[in-house]
């Protein structure tokens, strides 16, 4: 069975710090998501992240995959108030069906 | 956006009533999904499509049931509402392919349906 670990759960940061988001899962994949959540809204895309090795950046935030660690990291880099938010991790089961298993979310809290 | 909309987005109801909610998309993308967002839970799966008629199970199925019966259509029903089915319902779409083209197979969300159960 297909599970997702985040840690930490909860981060508070202050704004300029970087900091970096974890995510393990426990069964082969080869396709890892970052979704963001804003308080009381919908989620939304972040990165795609398919491949062994794989980085995406977007902003003040970087993605990488390690599938053979079974392992993602969200880092972010000087952060700013704007950042605060929900980030959670989805990974795409390969069983041959088509779900996705999602983490329980780091709820991050950045300060001025 | 991905046109993706929701049927309510608030609900009140009782114990022992049926709720259905509605998820509309207009990508005409292959797989749709319902999953319940509660604290500490994140995201949990409660059933998915892969086609028309096509559904099956999540992690968190019981006392749900779903049915499409058109591509741009996926129902959640709530036969006998209970206070534990109290959540936050997302319906999401994506069309997953095997090629490596970025972005092809993320998810998008709908904006959510508040779901009170008394």
């Known amino acids: 069975e297909l599970k997702v670990e985040q840690n930490p759960l909860f981060l508070s940061m202050q704004e300029g710090k970087n900091y970096t988001i974890y995510c393990n899962y426990s069964?082969?994949?080869?396709?890892l998501y970052w979704y963001r959540q804003d308080p009381g809204k919908s989620l939304e895309s972040l990165f795609v992240?398919?491949?062994?090795?794989a980085v995406k950046q977007e902003g003040r935030l970087m993605a990488s995959l390690d599938t053979k660690a079974r392992l993602s990291t969200l880092h972010i880099t000087a952060a700013v108030h704007d950042l605060s938010a929900t980030y959670f991790c989805?990974?795409?089961?390969?069983?041959?069906?088509?779900?996705?298993?999602f983490g329980t979310g780091t709820r991050l809290k950045v300060l001025a | 956006d991905a046109g993706i909309t929701q049927s309510p987005r608030h609900k009140v109801t009782e114990t022992g009533t049926p709720v259905t909610l509605r998820c509309h998309q207009t990508e005409n993308h292959r797989y749709m999904y319902w999953y319940r967002q509660d604290p500490g839970h994140g995201l949990r799966l409660i059933h998915y499509?892969?086609?028309?008629?096509?559904?099956d199970k999540g992690e968190v199925s019981d006392g749900y049931s779903v049915s499409r019966s058109k591509t741009e259509d996926f129902l959640l029903t709530l036969e006998s509402a209970t206070s534990s089915q109290t959540s936050v319902y997302f319906c999401?779409?994506?069309?997953?392919?095997?090629?490596?083209?970025?972005?092809?197979?993320?998810?998008?969300f709908g904006p959510g349906t508040r779901l009170t159960v008394l």
């Open positions: 069964t082969t994949s080869d396709r």
């Open positions: 999401a779409i994506s069309e997953r392919s095997d090629s490596l083209a970025p972005n092809t197979d993320t998810q998008y």
């Open positions: 989805a990974v795409a089961s390969t069983s041959g069906t088509y779900k996705y298993i």
């Open positions: 499509s892969y086609g028309v008629k096509d559904t």
């Open positions: 992240l398919l491949s062994n090795g």
